[in-house]
């Protein structure tokens, strides 16, 4: 028997309302829930916004008057934006301790306001120091805000700034700054993504998260790269392996593609590497690299080919041989390609690029069962971004490639046609 709230069985049972009219007391108040969803995350919208604007309205309005402020003036206003932020937090933990929106809101104006007071102060009084050692005293401030206010923008804030210090500090400009700050850094916001996968799978800050995550940990695995940069190859394409495996435990929706970022930057990130490894070149290099097996990047490439493995048993265990998918495999595969590739670098080639074969040639297979046009284009994709990479490598006339063209374009055509067709028949 359905349920229905207010106790209408009863009321049902005892006669004194139809099912008819106990069905439409239900449907009331499923779309009165939804409509209030809606209006909450409104709200929430407007707060984070509203808080942006007001903070860049403040920002304008002391630069355009700043070189006609004393010293003692400029300090004072350096501290107003903070002390305000200060005061409606204080406010919000009193008063609106429960409210998403004056949570996000003051979270977000209290996160700039510490960027804007340090900056200011730094300015007037001509503190030296780098952006690298800004932005890691502004996220280090800033952080306590995740769990203080329970903000989720604040810990989105918060991963783009540690990612951008690695960046700064392992990639664009060197500093006496470690870019190694940034894991013990993000280790920090994992616990509120935590609460997020746990309490709130399906909000859209934890969506946000499942995007922002995988990203920074893609922008800044490189930072381990210096001694032996080859191995970030084969730990990368783990690192996809594990995010792709994983995707199924963290997110709820995990077979959609723009809701779980996991999957989606995994996959994407997979056929990348793979077809940038396909060319002749990085097999030629590889047999004259310098690869010492005492290296950071080793160790790195080590731990996440073993973290994809354990993730890849777990599964098989869990759900059974059945579940496990060609994209949970590449990764592995790609492992033993490389050792091969020590030894012949031509049948590393050779196999790199029939790994990405037959892995197109799967996708393109599960597309037309699934009758899902996106994963039947994604695999013709593949195909034919494989076949415009090897036109580079060989020595190919115009003509051979304008026809091998248009014969991926007929078969695109026809493929989806035929989907098409075929769920037309279905209706």
Request: glycine share 8%; charged share 15%.
């Amino acid at each position: 028997m359905k349920k229905h709230p207010l106790d209408l069985d009863e009321l049902i049972s005892e006669g004194i309302i139809s099912r008819e009219v106990a069905d439409q007391i239900t449907q009331f108040y499923q779309n009165k829930s939804k409509g209030s969803g809606a209006k909450s995350k409104l709200i929430i919208a407007f707060g984070i916004v509203g808080a942006l604007l007001v903070g860049l309205g403040i920002l304008l309005i002391i630069a355009h008057n700043w070189d006609q402020m004393s010293r003692l003036l400029k300090t004072v206003i350096g501290f107003i934006p903070l002390l305000i932020g200060q005061l409606i937090t204080g406010f919000v933990l009193i008063k609106k301790n429960e409210s998403v929106a004056w949570g996000e809101g003051s979270s977000i104006f209290l996160f700039a306001s510490i960027g804007v007071t340090i900056s200011v102060i730094s300015q007037v009084y001509n503190i030296p120091g780098s952006l690298a050692s800004y932005v890691l005293t502004w996220m280090i401030l800033g952080w306590p805000l995740i769990y203080l206010l329970h903000s989720s923008m604040a810990s989105i804030f918060y991963l783009i700034g540690i990612t951008y210090f690695a960046c700064e500090t392992g990639y664009w400009n060197e500093s006496e700054l470690s870019p190694h700050y940034f894991w013990l850094l993000f280790l920090a916001a994992v616990p509120h993504y935590y609460y997020l996968v746990r309490q709130k799978p399906k909000s859209n800050f934890t969506l946000f998260h499942h995007w922002v995550i995988p990203l920074a940990l893609v922008c800044t695995l490189g930072i381990v790269g210096d001694q032996a940069p080859v191995y970030l190859f084969v730990a990368y394409l783990s690192l996809f392996g594990c995010f792709i495996l994983a995707s199924s435990k963290i997110v709820t929706d995990h077979r959609s593609f723009l809701k779980n970022g996991f999957r989606t930057i995994g996959t994407l990130g997979t056929f990348g590497v793979l077809l940038f490894l396909s060319f002749r070149w990085f097999w030629d290099d590889l047999g004259e690299a310098f690869l010492p097996i005492r290296s950071l990047e080793f160790l790195v490439a080590c731990l996440l080919t073993f973290g994809g493995i354990v993730l890849l048993v777990w599964k098989t265990k869990s759900r059974g041989i059945r579940s496990i998918h060609h994209l949970h495999v590449l990764f592995l595969a790609f492992a033993c390609i490389f050792c091969i590739g020590l030894l012949s670098t031509l049948l590393g080639m050779i196999l790199t690029n029939i790994i990405i074969l037959i892995s197109a040639v799967l996708t393109i297979r599960e597309g037309a069962h699934k009758e899902d046009l996106g994963i039947l284009n994604f695999g013709l994709l593949t195909i034919a971004a494989l076949i415009a990479c090897r036109f580079f490598d060989t020595n190919i006339s115009f003509v051979w490639r304008g026809t091998v063209f248009v014969a991926l374009g007929l078969g695109f055509f026809f493929a989806n046609y035929q989907i098409i067709k075929k769920r037309k028949a279905d209706d």
